[in-house]
């Protein structure tokens, strides 16, 4: 395998070189910002409102992510798909070698038989160390002084960012914590057999509830948090490469070539109002989340940046699936 071809590939079998780049490039999202200050106002129909700027990069994916709140319904898939390649060309200005590998979520992240360890050498691999992703153990505690050192969460953090809906919630602001629980025993992983169905399932909606039923499960098995905080795990990109990994499988099926096809590919969900609309925020930055129904503003696509440009649920850039190695 070639560092630098843009294949996206099981995260143990990458040289242990090419995940510490990948871990090294985490962090340093973390040391670079987005324009603006934590409390810049905008006037918004006559009312101003705090839309924050110098968000980090790596804290911007957890503020669209809270913000935009897209689950449950069949844009789940395609609107996670975009996120993940956004914060993937976001990774490769800091390394343009480095993909967004993935964790195949039928194997025990604590310990990944036949890894690759280096030196041609294979043998088992703890995902969850000091040296690539931090803490994994059964209690809940946070992922370790690495990520703490590098900003991802400060106990003495004042203000500390709170949980989205929060009174003072502010994308500018640090965690006081991040935590993470890895569940056991191993029978509560995906079954090989589950991701055959999911590939194997003949129309979009009934592959996607499958999909996003097992992602919630992996949720669960690592425990990152609810879904307004669990972006804020370096792990959760490594989740959901993997779903987005049975997607394009899934698309990618030979007899299926209409999977491709932006006007054919959700099948009877292609009449969604939301399938035929934008996607947010990086359409206007203007997005509504679809469980309680509130505004949000996101820069730099809002005000004052306004770099939104409109983009689609079935534009070809989020039909089209990124390039990955499937295990045979």
Same mark, same amino acid.
């Given at each position: 395998? !070639? *560092?630098?071809?843009?294949?996206?590939?099981?995260?143990?079998?990458?040289?242990?070189?090419?995940?510490? *780049?990948?871990?090294?490039?985490?962090?340093?999202?973390?040391?670079?910002?987005?324009?603006?200050?934590?409390?810049?106002? %905008? =006037?918004?129909?006559?009312? $101003?409102?705090?839309? @924050?700027? #110098?968000? !980090?990069?790596?804290?911007?994916?957890?503020?669209?992510?809270?913000?935009?709140?897209?689950?449950?319904? &069949?844009?789940?898939? &395609?609107?996670?798909?975009?996120?993940?390649?956004?914060?993937?060309?976001?990774?490769?200005?800091? +390394?343009?070698? *480095? $993909?967004?590998?993935?964790?195949?979520?039928?194997?025990? @992240?604590?310990?990944?038989?036949?890894?690759?360890?280096?030196?041609?050498? =294979?043998?088992?691999?703890?995902?969850?160390?000091?040296?690539?992703?931090?803490?994994?153990?059964?209690?809940?505690?946070?992922?370790?002084?690495?990520?703490?050192?590098?900003?991802?969460?400060?106990?003495?953090?004042?203000?500390?960012?709170?949980?989205?809906? +929060?009174?003072?919630?502010?994308?500018?602001?640090? &965690?006081?914590?991040?935590?993470?629980?890895?569940?056991?025993?191993?029978?509560?992983?995906?079954?090989?057999?589950?991701?055959?169905?999911?590939?194997?399932?003949?129309?979009?909606?009934?592959? $996607?509830?499958? *999909?996003?039923?097992?992602?919630?499960?992996?949720?669960?098995? %690592?425990?990152? #948090?609810?879904?307004?905080?669990?972006?804020?795990?370096?792990?959760?990109?490594?989740?959901?490469?993997?779903?987005?990994?049975?997607?394009?499988?899934?698309? =990618?099926?030979?007899?299926?070539?209409?999977?491709?096809?932006?006007?054919?590919?959700?099948?009877?969900?292609?009449?969604?109002?939301?399938?035929?609309?934008?996607?947010?925020?990086?359409?206007?930055?203007? $997005?509504?989340?679809?469980?309680?129904?509130?505004?949000?503003?996101?820069?730099?696509?809002?005000?004052?940046?306004?770099?939104? %440009?409109?983009?689609?649920?079935?534009?070809?850039?989020?039909?089209?699936?990124?390039?990955?190695?499937?295990?045979?």
């Amino acid at each position: 395998m !070639t *560092l630098g071809d843009g294949i996206r590939r099981n995260i143990a079998s990458v040289d242990p070189m090419e995940r510490t *780049l990948l871990r090294d490039a985490f962090m340093k999202m973390n040391r670079l910002k987005w324009n603006g200050n934590r409390d810049d106002p %905008v =006037t918004i129909n006559g009312v $101003s409102h705090s839309v @924050p700027g #110098g968000v !980090t990069w790596w804290f911007k994916q957890d503020e669209i992510h809270t913000v935009t709140h897209v689950h449950g319904g &069949p844009e789940f898939l &395609p609107w996670h798909r975009l996120l993940i390649n956004w914060f993937e060309d976001l990774l490769r200005v800091i +390394d343009p070698r *480095l $993909s967004l590998h993935y964790w195949d979520w039928t194997e025990d @992240p604590r310990n990944i038989l036949h890894a690759n360890l280096g030196g041609g050498r =294979t043998g088992p691999l703890n995902l969850f160390t000091d040296d690539f992703m931090g803490y994994g153990g059964h209690a809940k505690k946070p992922i370790g002084p690495k990520w703490r050192a590098a900003g991802f969460y400060d106990p003495d953090a004042n203000p500390a960012r709170k949980g989205p809906f +929060d009174d003072g919630y502010n994308a500018a602001d640090t &965690p006081a914590s991040v935590e993470r629980s890895v569940a056991g025993p191993g029978s509560l992983l995906v079954k090989k057999s589950e991701d055959r169905a999911v590939v194997a399932a003949d129309e979009y909606l009934a592959m $996607s509830v499958q *999909l996003e039923h097992l992602h919630d499960n992996m949720h669960g098995y %690592v425990d990152m #948090g609810d879904r307004h905080t669990s972006f804020r795990d370096p792990f959760v990109f490594l989740l959901h490469s993997n779903v987005d990994r049975l997607f394009a499988r899934w698309q =990618t099926q030979p007899r299926h070539k209409e999977r491709l096809h932006p006007d054919h590919v959700y099948g009877r969900a292609s009449h969604n109002r939301h399938l035929n609309g934008n996607i947010e925020p990086w359409s206007t930055g203007h $997005s509504k989340d679809n469980e309680f129904h509130l505004d949000h503003y996101t820069r730099p696509w809002y005000k004052t940046e306004r770099l939104g %440009v409109p983009i689609k649920y079935k534009d070809p850039s989020i039909v089209t699936p990124r390039r990955y190695h499937h295990p045979s």
